[in-house]
Every structure is written in C-alpha cells, then in structure tokens.
C-alpha cells in the first residue's frame, strides 16, 4: 500500500468520524491519526458516548469500505 492510498484511505475515515461524531474538531482528528491506538478516548471525552457505543461505531464505519 502506498502512501497516496493510506491518505486517501485515512481521508475517507476522516469523514465518516466527522459525519458520525460532529462534536469532533479538526485538533481532535490530527490528535487521532497520530495516536490511533488513543482514538476511542480522543471520541469518548469529546462526545460523552460510552467505549462500547464508539468501538461498534468504529467497526460499522469500516465495515462500511
């Protein structure tokens, strides 16, 4: 995989977390590419939503590819 597709895929993920989530901030996703193994607490604070409700989330919106 080059690093064209990585961006084109990491943009498209970066929608759907958008459209999903529209209390995250721009800050909020950069913060989450960098730490993805921090992303479902990045969510959590941000949004109120319990670890169970943004990991099913999480995995609809990958599944959705």
């Known amino acids: 995989m080059n690093n ?5 895929n990491w943009n ?5 977390l ?14 989450i590419r960098a ?3 921090q ?9 109120g939503r319990t670890r169970e409700e943004i990991e099913s989330k999480l995995e609809e919106i990958k599944s959705s590819d």
Request: charged fraction near 30%; proline fraction near 0%.
């Open 12 to 16: 498209v993920l970066k929608g759907r």
């Open 39 to 47: 992303a479902v607490g990045i969510i959590q604070k941000r949004t």
């Open 18 to 31: 958008k459209a999903a989530y529209a209390e995250l901030t721009d800050n909020d996703l950069l913060a």
């Open 35 to 37: 730490q993805q193994d």
């Open 4 to 8: 064209l597709t990585i961006k084109g």
